[in-house]
């Protein structure tokens, strides 16, 4: 198996620059100078020696071979190909002397295979064009016959430097191979005809059409120097047999090229504008107070029925509020566990990168040693400053997400709390598209980012809602998650209050907020100084695949729309250089742009918290876990949670949310049994140790 990914950082290590390199199903390799895009069919029927060579070969023309065409009125392409060939292959040697070995076993396997077709013809029929690219090709294997006349072209060959000396070899080699077809040709009119038979006086008497035929039956037959079965025999368009067959053998090498198949598509993360995308703090929280004051003031109306003016009852808050200063009272045990064990792990981790060292000043109590201690000087010990963190949460606001959002809230707000307990600098994002969903928007005309082919298109009515920061002091923040909680509970519970405008669950654009992390990453490390960034997604669910931006829409070549990805399709990291196939499932996209994500900034950690029902927990745990089986899973349910690592995530956590109970408060019945009191203590004891149990290894991560 060829693996592609290897073969292009191959290339690209040959060629010493950060080319791009395509692996198509095209039956030639292409370079394009300008673009610097090598692609390369994929010889998917050549061995890896093969391969490697073949790779070295294309590489040597995109480094040495120049964009300049002038010489085509003087001399055909297949000479140039012929003296070019041996030109870059010596000059790729030269600069990789372990590239000798690839070509060396590659061109041997081809010999064996009989590539170049000559076990039934006879070499030393061949002009000297094709001898000389058999000489330089597979000479080390085939005994290829070069007359002393002709070495002199051979060794103009092996001291060919430039592209010039290539032409003009080139061009010396043609006019001696057409020199010598015209000499044959005249010696082959020339000869009498041994057939015929005919006297002298015999061609005056006899049939003209019979000394035609007779003339053209010499000239094919009897040709000096050439078999009927050689190449270029008696062409007038002189031919180099053997350039053909290298190029028509690779391609015999391609697999699955067939007429009419689909070109592969190799797609790119754009560069959105971040600030067309991201509904402000500010103006989302002035949002929600501005309909929160608005519900809450009575209004007049016009009762129809009695033809009365009425006024409207202020709605009522008082179960979301009551409720969030109860979970709130309760979580601050968790909070409290996260910050200490957070603060235990950072201090250990400095202790063990401390160390002593002298302060330049004498130390008094040890003056009386000066005579046996060279070491008088007070010391102290240094323990540097712990790396700076720094927290961005996306939160999933899907439809989907109704069931577990509060479960969810909970967690975030717990998370928020312990950022803002430890100072560490946070930003909370939710993804939807219900905020820019109030009119058709285009994905050209309203883009929110450069409208570029093969590049991935976020949606224009995808926003993040950014509903928290670290630059808020905790007085706006608390009144900010205490509106939040307001507009989580009327999604989730019956209340008689609506919802604003544009803050409705929504579809799952979470692979739009990934491809968006590109740009936030940098923008939060910049604005925070962070050294150590952590991502939190907390989400339901993978999303769909993101379509892409591809010319010729309603057959308008100039036009550009948008395009379905197909498996077999390839997104590429030109800055990595990496490249990631896509599969046929869907889910696996998502998994794909965090990998792209994790290779573009290394030093950031994607932490995943999926939360799952019953009946969903199963089918994601057998996901990523295929070799399951029901004892293991039966104990992985038993725990409520499970840590996977085989995604993209740095830690994927999927946790049961009927399990998120953060009420860890001991609560019994006065006069209650025995029973029942250990059934409380074992519940509250079960709560805490699945929470600190997630809580533990996320803290590992993030410290």
Not at 561 to 578: Q, W
Not at 597 to 612: C, E, M, S
Not at 647 to 659: A, H, K, Q, R, V
Request: glycine share 4%; hydrophobic share 30%; with cysteine.
């Amino acid at each position: 198996m060829i693996n592609y990914e290897i073969k292009s950082q191959l290339a690209k290590l040959l060629a010493t620059e950060n080319m791009v390199v395509e692996n198509r199903n095209v039956e030639t390799a292409q370079f394009d100078v300008e673009k610097r895009v090598l692609t390369l069919p994929m010889w998917k029927r050549a061995s890896n020696i093969v391969y490697d060579m073949l790779v070295g070969h294309e590489v040597g023309h995109a480094l040495f071979t120049p964009n300049e065409w002038d010489w085509e009125d003087r001399v055909p392409k297949q000479f140039v190909n012929v003296v070019e060939d041996a030109r870059i292959e010596k000059l790729m040697k030269r600069r990789y002397p372990g590239l000798s070995k690839s070509f060396y076993k590659g061109y041997q396997e081809l010999s064996e295979n009989d590539f170049f077709e000559i076990e039934d013809n006879d070499i030393s029929s061949y002009n000297l064009a094709d001898r000389a690219n058999l000489w330089f090709k597979i000479g080390n294997f085939v005994d290829v016959p070069i007359a002393d006349e002709e070495q002199k072209y051979i060794d103009m060959m092996k001291e060919t430097e430039t592209f010039a000396d290539t032409v003009m070899v080139a061009e010396e080699l043609y006019k001696y191979c057409k020199t010598q077809q015209e000499k044959e040709k005249t010696q082959a009119i020339s000869l009498p005809n041994p057939s015929q038979g005919q006297t002298e006086g015999q061609s005056e008497s006899g049939n003209d059409e019979s000394d035609e035929y007779s003339q053209e039956q010499t000239q094919t037959e009897n040709t000096v120097g050439e078999s009927v079965d050689a190449p270029n025999s008696n062409n007038d368009n002189l031919e180099v047999h053997t350039d053909e067959i290298f190029e028509n053998g690779t391609q015999e090498f391609n697999g699955n090229l067939t007429p009419g198949s689909r070109p592969l598509s190799y797609l790119e993360i754009p560069k959105v504008n971040i600030e067309d995308v991201i509904v402000k703090n500010n103006t989302v929280h002035k949002e929600l107070e501005d309909h929160w004051t608005d519900l809450s003031t009575p209004r007049e109306y016009h009762c129809g029925y009695t033809q009365k003016i009425k006024m409207t009852k202020p709605k009522d808050f008082s179960a979301p509020d009551n409720e969030y200063k109860k979970f709130k009272k309760s979580a601050q045990k968790e909070v409290n566990y996260l910050v200490k064990e957070f603060e235990c792990k950072k201090s250990a981790d400095a202790y063990s990168r401390s160390f002593t060292s002298k302060t330049g000043t004498l130390d008094c109590t040890k003056l009386h040693t000066y005579k046996f201690n060279e070491d008088l000087f007070k010391k102290v010990n240094i323990i540097p400053d712990g790396k700076n963190h720094g927290l961005i949460f996306i939160l999933d606001w899907s439809g989907s997400m109704s069931d577990c959002m509060i479960e969810t809230t909970k967690q975030l707000f717990n998370l928020v709390w312990f950022c803002s307990k430890v100072n560490i600098p946070f930003d909370v994002y939710a993804f939807t598209n219900s905020y820019f969903n109030k009119h058709y928007r285009s994905y050209v005309d309203d883009a929110v980012q450069e409208v570029k082919e093969y590049d991935f298109i976020v949606n224009p009515d995808f926003s993040l809602l950014h509903f928290f920061t670290s630059d808020v002091n905790r007085k706006e923040l608390e009144k900010q998650m205490q509106s939040m909680w307001r507009l989580v509970w009327g999604q989730c519970r019956w209340v008689d209050y609506i919802i604003p405008n544009g803050y409705s669950l929504s579809g799952t654009p979470l692979n739009e907020a990934i491809v968006c992390l590109h740009s936030i990453i940098p923008l939060f490390q910049q604005k925070n100084r962070t050294q150590k960034v952590n991502v939190v997604i907390l989400t339901d669910g993978e999303a769909n695949v993101l379509p892409y931006y591809k010319k010729g829409y309603y057959s308008n070549e100039d036009s550009m729309g948008s395009s379905r990805v197909y498996p077999g399709d390839y997104v590429r990291n030109r800055k990595t250089g990496h490249t990631y196939m896509i599969e046929s499932d869907y889910y696996k996209f998502t998994e794909i742009l965090l990998n792209n994500l994790k290779q573009t900034f290394p030093d950031v950690n994607t932490i995943g918290f999926r939360l799952a029902s019953n009946s969903d927990f199963k089918s994601f745990v057998r996901r990523y876990d295929k070799t399951m089986t029901e004892e293991s899973y039966k104990k992985i349910k038993k725990e409520k949670s499970v840590s996977i690592k085989t995604t993209g995530y740095t830690s994927y956590f999927g946790i049961l949310s009927s399990s998120l109970d953060n009420d860890t408060e001991f609560d019994v019945e006065v006069g209650a049994t025995k029973a029942k009191l250990k059934s409380a203590f074992t519940k509250n004891l079960a709560n805490k140790s699945l929470n600190r149990k997630v809580l533990n290894q996320f803290v590992d991560i993030i410290s």
